[in-house]
């Protein structure tokens, strides 16, 4: 048996993404959560970060990656800002192969075209792609090169769900042993909090509807605002409905809000650094989504015990089991939607039984820790078939059930 000193015995992970930090979008969430928690006895922690955060972002970002930092995460950051700055990619290939990188894990194609091209010639032998929802429909480039580049050029893509990993098989003709599924998960919420009902303006003797998410068009929160008002016609009051999340779709929003007459029942709360508290308050939490992969909100809802109402679209029914997790509607029908939530709204025992259930469901399947588990023992597997230069002492761990 050959000894190595306990850095060689490591193996060397780099993590690729665009953005990556809890300031971004769900994939960006997730990297960052999945190379902070890799196990520093057994993986030496790189990350690449490829583009120049937005000036909004940027402290909150930089405060962050200083966190990784202070944990033992050796971050590059490329600061690429267009076309003229691709010379930036020559530092991420010094990197490599200074640091004999062992594998390559990219985050979404932003990052996983480059990083594939950089990391086969800077000779790393094992590389990741990692999609984190399959919502593009028929782009005949995305299609060309996720086939041609990101699974042949790569070892393994990974899907955040069946659906996703269906999908890339059907329509981009993907190999299916080129593919493996590694769902998302969240750290713990804390389990108790401030109650910020009152600050919400949930009415008396009311009941209070939400969700948590970037304002986006395939959000779908036209049609969440379109079941407040199916309920508010029907009679159903007082009922408030909040939604925690910024993006480019807020002006419509608010003004969809104004024209259906709703400003007293719907409110856009903006970015809040206190969602787990929001979700708490929540009567019913709501993912009114028109494509999704594997989303972090719902996940969230779940581990709070949260009422969930749900678009079954995506990955979602892999999530929660329709009558026993929650309620699935059809996406895009603001009528269903308002119909799940009023059923929720007036069976409180049905409510409190689908949310109990849920937390289970979310700490036995989609606990973060769990996920990483599954991560490290996916880089040990195809690092022993790649024969990578390092790690060559690292036992395999257990694999979670």
Not at 296 to 317: R, S
Request: glycine share 10%; hydrophobic share 40%.
């Amino acid at each position: 048996m050959t000894f190595l000193d306990a850095d060689e015995a490591r193996l060397r992970v780099l993590t690729l993404g665009r953005d990556v930090g809890t300031c971004f979008g769900g994939a960006e969430r997730v990297a960052f959560e999945l190379v902070k928690r890799l196990d520093p006895e057994r993986f030496r922690r790189y990350l690449c970060i490829t583009h120049a955060r937005p000036p909004e972002r940027r402290a909150a970002n930089e405060r962050e990656l200083l966190e990784l930092e202070a944990c033992g995460v050796e971050v590059l950051r490329l600061e690429r800002s267009g076309v003229l700055s691709n010379l930036a990619w020559a530092r991420l290939h010094r990197l490599l192969v200074r640091e004999r990188i062992d594998v390559l894990h990219a985050h979404m194609p932003r990052a996983g075209v480059p990083g594939t091209i950089v990391g086969r010639l800077a000779r790393v032998p094992t590389i990741v792609n990692h999609e984190h929802g399959w919502s593009f429909q028929g782009k005949p480039v995305r299609r060309f090169l996720d086939r041609n580049l990101l699974a042949r050029g790569g070892d393994v893509m990974l899907a955040v769900s069946e659906w996703d990993r269906s999908r890339m098989v059907e329509v981009e003709r993907i190999p299916s042993g080129r593919i493996r599924i590694m769902p998302n998960g969240i750290p713990p919420v804390p389990a108790d909090g401030p109650d910020v009902r009152d600050e919400l303006g949930v009415p008396a003797q009311g009941g209070l509807v939400g969700a948590v998410g970037r304002l986006y068009p395939e959000k779908g929160y036209d049609e969440l605002i379109g079941a407040l008002a199916s309920l508010k016609r029907g009679g159903f009051s007082p009922i408030g409905c909040v939604i925690a999340g910024h993006g480019p779709d807020e002006g419509r929003l608010n003004g969809l809000i104004a024209d259906l007459g709703l400003a007293d029942e719907v409110r856009l709360l903006g970015r809040r650094q206190d969602v787990p508290d929001v979700i708490r308050a929540l009567d019913v939490a709501v993912l009114s989504s028109r494509n999704e992969g594997s989303p972090l909100a719902v996940l969230e809802y779940m581990a709070a015990g949260a009422p969930i109402v749900a678009t079954a679209v995506g990955g979602v029914p892999e999530l929660i089991n329709d009558g026993v997790h929650g309620l699935l509607v059809p996406p895009r029908d603001p009528d269903a939607l308002a119909g799940a939530i009023r059923r929720l709204l007036e069976d409180r025992a049905l409510a409190l039984r689908l949310g109990d259930a849920a937390r289970e469901r979310q700490r036995a399947n989609f606990d973060l820790d769990v996920v990483v588990r599954r991560l490290e023992s996916l880089y040990i597997e195809l690092c022993d078939r790649r024969g990578c230069r390092s790690g060559r002492a690292l036992p395999i761990p257990r694999a979670p059930s």
